[in-house]
C-alpha cells in the first residue's frame, strides 16, 4: 500500500506538472501570437525571417504585416489545438508536431540571423527571448508523446 500511495502522488504531481505547463505554452503562444498582428512585432520580427534559410522569400510575396499576421495565426492555432487537447487527446499529436515545427524555426534563428549574438563581459549573450524555446521544444516533444501512450 505504501507504494501505490507513493506512486499516486507522483501521479498527480507529474500530471499537475503537465497541465500547467501546457495550459502556460498555450498562454503564452496566444500572447506572442496575437501581438504579432501589431506593427511594432511585425517590425521586430523581420530580420529573424528575411535572414532565415526557410523563409527567406516571404517578404517577396507578402508584406512586413502579412507575414507576421500569418505567423501569428499559427501561433494561435498551435494555441488553441493545446488547449483543446486537454479534453480531445487526438489533438496532442497535431499540437506537439506545431510545437516542434514551430521551435526548431525559432531556435534556428539563433544561428541564422546576422549580429544576434553578442560579447557582454567576455560572455557571449542573445536575445534571450528565442531561448526560452528549448523548453518549448522539449514540451513539445512531450505533448507529441502523450498521445502514443
Known sequence: MIGTTS????????????????FGAALILLWIGIFKFTPTEAAAIKPLVENHFLTFFVYKIMS???????IGT???IIALLLVFSAKFAVLKRYAG????VTFLVTLSYLFTTPGIWKIV???PVTDFFILKDLMFLGFGLMVFQSNTK
Open 7 to 22: 506512486q499516486s502522488a507522483n501521479h498527480l504531481t507529474y500530471k499537475s506538472g503537465y497541465y500547467v505547463s501546457l
Open 64 to 70: 512586413v504585416q502579412t507575414v507576421s499576421n500569418l
Open 74 to 76: 499559427i501561433e494561435i
Open 97 to 100: 508536431i506545431g510545437m516542434i
Open 121 to 123: 563581459d567576455g560572455i
